[in-house]
């Protein structure tokens, strides 16, 4: 780490703190040379392997997106879309790996949105599983009843 100051290439750790959420850790530092601190935040990067092969960092903006779409006319506010990205990074985070493939984001959104707006999951879920006819429509309709009387008992 460059002193930002002196632009020395070394500094040491005086202290370190992680964040509320526990993804960030904050980090006091004191440089050798000037002697001046600074502070750094540090992050564990994720990136997201498309199915093109394309390599790009995890957006909880890009999930919000995506889904807003499937939400369209829905009773579903931006707080609700913002719990739900969260949701995904935490779960594509604690699988405990740095690279997860486009279809695993789309697998983690699922669930939550599912939970979030049973109409809005159709939605998403004919475009993302390549829903190709009514048939599958009705079985994705009838296994939401299904989990519906499970989670009435």
Do not use: W
Not at 30 to 41: A, D, G, L, Y
Not at 55 to 65: A, D, H, L, M, Y
Not at 96 to 125: H, K, M, T, W
């Amino acid at each position: 780490m460059h002193c930002p100051f002196c632009r020395h290439p070394d500094s040491r750790v005086v202290d370190s703190r992680t964040s509320d959420d526990g993804a960030t850790i904050r980090r006091r530092r004191q440089c050798p040379q000037c002697q001046k601190r600074f502070t750094t935040i540090e992050t564990a990067s994720l990136s997201v392997t498309k199915r093109s092969g394309v390599t790009e960092p995890f957006s909880r903006q890009k999930v919000i997106n995506g889904v807003r779409k499937a939400c369209q006319g829905r009773p579903v506010n931006d707080d609700d879309l913002a719990k739900l990205a969260q949701t995904v990074e935490e779960t594509i985070r604690a699988q405990g790996s740095a690279e997860v493939g486009a279809n695993d984001v789309g697998l983690a959104i699922l669930g939550p949105l599912r939970e979030l707006d049973q109409v809005a999951y159709l939605r998403f879920a004919s475009v993302y599983q390549n829903f190709d006819s009514l048939d599958d429509f009705a079985q994705a309709v009838e296994d939401l009843r299904h989990s519906h009387k499970d989670d009435e008992r």
